[in-house]
């Protein structure tokens, strides 16, 4: 299992939050995401073997928001 903290920028209330987390929780190889909105962040344990921290970042641009790691 890989870990992985990512800037999220955008979020400004807690459906943006849930927004994300569900991108993110929908994303194969995905085992665990916590979203922040006070960190403007999302921390996601991930298998390497399924998924990469670009086709992260791609789920949290493609509803909406903008993503890098941090």
Do not use: R, W
């Amino acid at each position: 299992m890989e870990k992985i903290t990512l800037s999220v920028e955008g979020m400004t209330c807690a459906h943006c939050e849930m927004t994300v987390t569900k991108a993110l929780k929908e994303t194969s190889g995905v085992k665990s995401v916590s979203v922040s909105l006070d960190e403007n962040a999302a921390f996601i344990e991930y298998k390497s073997s399924k998924t990469s921290p670009e086709k992260l970042i791609e789920a949290v641009e493609k509803v909406g928001y903008k993503a890098k790691t941090q």
